[in-house]
């Protein structure tokens, strides 16, 4: 089969993945479903690098929704880290001493299937106003504990250039603050956007960190590759956070190859997190036995520039704590003991070994 013909605007339904080939038209009714529920969103450049040949595209997992996602498992929840118990003013998350997260806006530049915020991501809530965006900074101007801003969303990048230059300024005007943390996957799906005029947005004096969400060599596109060097050029550090996902990149080889090609284009691995139970993701979600055997398989073997943390967010606003025997304990019978960073314990039943991948719709 041809490669795709390059696109010129974003898929977002049903109708339109199946005139793209994404999907098969019988497929169209339960995807229309899924849809109706969890925002959908292929952008061009991530059409372009799907394999139509590869029934097990990786990239078509991650984007391109399955009739997989109606079925919700047991102890799933629309919001399964519990950021909102932890959010005293609209669009940001206080869970830590010196950091918060603001979310200054609810869209993105294509919609993961397997996302924590999905029942918020791509609805019709609003971004935050600039009352809102005030309120917010406010906050973090009153409260001296506060070392870090962790900019998320939605995807901070798809803000217009003016407007993150706005908000960096006004960050980088608080005393007490160290870094601002941008979470994006802007410059891997619409690497265009990653331009002059942003880079330029992002001068600071503080130290501005971006962290790239990216879970396959495949999406280091050579565009995505000429995105993270606009940035990394111009001096700011680029980190990166990937999900450990079923029928994606749950295999040792895949996680080496997608590491060092991470450090190959200057980009240090960050975080590798164990899937959270979101709605309608259990076809994503390996064991959490599986996970640490893949990174301990990757120890000694493979740089140590190439290991991130593998971290799993305790279900119930907890904290996320690192996947290690100090702090997840097997319990021999199916389960773990999980100690927070107040050493509080918490039960944590794993994933079935035998769970089906993820199938295509």
């Known amino acids: 089969m041809a490669p795709p013909t390059p696109i010129q605007k974003t898929l977002r339904t049903a ?11 019988a497929a169209r ?3 229309e479903k899924v849809a109706a529920r969890y925002a959908v969103s292929v952008s061009p450049t991530v059409h372009e690098l799907i394999d139509l040949d590869n029934p097990a595209d990786p990239l ?28 005293p003013v609209p669009g940001l998350v206080h869970r830590y001493r010196d950091r918060v997260l603001l979310k200054l806006l609810h869209t993105c530049p294509v919609y993961c299937r397997y996302c924590f915020r ?13 009352d809102q965006i005030e309120t917010a900074l406010a906050y973090v ?5 506060i070392w870090e801003v962790i900019l998320t969303g939605g995807d901070p990048f798809l803000l217009s250039p003016r407007r993150m230059g706005d908000v960096i300024r006004q960050l980088d005007s608080v005393d007490h603050l160290g870094v601002v943390r941008i979470h994006t996957r802007v410059p891997i799906v619409d690497p265009a956007r990653v331009n002059d005029h942003l880079v330029t947005a992002l ?28 940035l990394v050029n111009a001096g700011i550090p680029v980190l990166s956070q990937s999900v450990l996902l079923k029928g994606v990149n749950d295999d040792a080889a895949t996680l080496e ?16 997190h164990h899937p959270d139970r979101a709605p309608g993701t259990q076809h994503f979600r390996p064991s959490l036995k599986r996970g640490r055997a893949l990174v301990d398989g990757l120890r000694g073997d493979v740089s140590g520039l190439c290991q991130p943390t593998y971290v799993l967010d305790i279900p119930g606003g907890h904290g996320k704590v690192p996947a290690a ?10 389960g773990y003991q999980v100690r927070d960073r107040r050493g509080c314990g918490h039960a944590y039943e794993d994933e079935p070994e035998d769970s089906p991948p993820f199938a295509s719709a």
């Open 15 to 25: 109708q339109a993945l199946a005139e793209a080939q994404l999907i098969a038209p």
């Open 29 to 31: 009714r339960g995807i």
């Open 60 to 87: 078509a997992r991650q984007f391109v929704p399955t009739s997989a996602e109606l079925a919700e498992a047991p102890r799933e929840d629309p919001d399964p880290i519990g950021d909102e118990a932890f959010s």
């Open 118 to 130: 999905r029942n918020r991501v791509g609805t019709s809530e609003p971004p935050l106003s600039q």
């Open 141 to 145: 101007r009153s409260h001296k504990e």
């Open 203 to 230: 001068a600071a004096d503080k130290a501005v960190y971006v962290i790239v969400h990216c879970n396959h060599p495949h999406e280091l596109s050579p565009a995505a590759i000429k995105a993270i060097g606009r």
């Open 257 to 272: 190859a997608l590491f060092r090609a991470l450090v190959r284009n200057r980009v240090k691995p960050y975080y590798l």
């Open 325 to 334: 025997p100090a702090r997840v304990t097997d319990t021999g019978d199916g």
